[in-house]
T-cell receptor, first 118, second 119 residues
Framework: AQKVTQAQTEISVVEKEDVTLDCVYE???????LFWYKQPPSGELVFLIR??????QNEISGRYSWNFQKSTSSFNFTITASQVVDSAVYFC???????????????FGKGTRLHILP | EPEVTQTPSHQVTQMGQEVILRCVPI?????FYWYRQILGQKVEFLVS????????KSEIFDDQFSVERPDGSNFTLKIRSTKLEDSAMYFC?????????????????FGPGTRLTVL
């Protein structure tokens, strides 16, 4: 079973529309982190946010917002008033506590390719 | 703002050749990582490195791979005898503190990647 599932492979929306990228995760650990990374066409990975498993507060940063719900194991990402520059692949990711009190690796989902059409 | 750098940005090599991918982590960071992304697929963890030794590695990181911190600034990934399936984007990352330390210092910051093409 996948640890991080991004069911939406590809999404296209028209500029200025709002769009939500879904992320569902699976872990048995009580301590973990969730992340979102952006990968623009140039290929680099841009860190967007990290969320601690003990902090379920939603977060807003400009046009970006994140909704973390432990009850549904989801960490969804919404872009409001989307812009063409938002076009990229977005990865949701998980870092678990693991057996030795921490796991070093970040486990990535398969990504959602977002196209913002002018 | 400090950032992780990687060289080269693109490396083309023949199958069976050795390649060394180089990374310069953020200067006060102590934890280093390599990830790879096969074209169009997800990013996968390869290895983490701390205190001059491997901390954790994935099943991808077999005997063909090795990592080294040859001096105070560089962190390298060596592939001894490249295979076609090693073609991928390789990302280096670094963090100030170990994962799940509880502060922002454990955030892993990624470099721009090296695209490796094995012919």
């Amino acid at each position: 079973a996948q640890k991080v599932t991004q069911a939406q492979t590809e999404i296209s929306v028209v500029e200025k529309e709002d769009v939500t990228l879904d992320c569902v995760y699976e872990t048995r650990d009580t301590t973990y982190y969730l992340f979102w990374y952006k990968q623009p066409p140039s290929g680099e990975l841009v860190f967007l946010i990290r969320r601690n498993s003990f902090d379920e507060q939603n977060e807003i940063s400009g046009r970006y917002s994140w909704n973390f719900q432990k009850s549904t194991s989801s960490f969804n990402f919404t872009i409001t008033a989307s812009q063409v520059v938002d076009s990229a692949v977005y990865f949701c990711a998980l870092s678990e506590e693991g057996k030795k009190n921490r796991d070093d690796k970040i486990i990535f989902g398969k990504g959602t390719r977002l196209h913002i059409l002018p | 703002e400090p950032e992780v750098t990687q060289t080269p940005s693109h490396q083309v090599t023949q199958m069976g050749q050795e390649v060394i991918l180089r990374c310069v982590p953020i200067s006060n960071h102590l934890y280093f990582y390599w990830y790879r992304q096969i074209l169009g697929q997800k990013v996968e963890f390869l290895v983490s490195f701390y205190n001059n030794e491997i901390s954790e590695k994935s099943e991808i990181f077999d005997d063909q791979f090795s990592v080294e911190r040859p001096d105070g600034s560089n962190f390298t990934l060596k592939i001894r005898s490249t295979k076609l399936e090693d073609s991928a984007m390789y990302f280096c990352a670094s963090s100030e503190a170990p994962p799940l330390s509880g502060g922002v210092e454990d955030t892993q910051y990624f470099g721009p990647g090296t695209r490796l093409t094995v012919l």
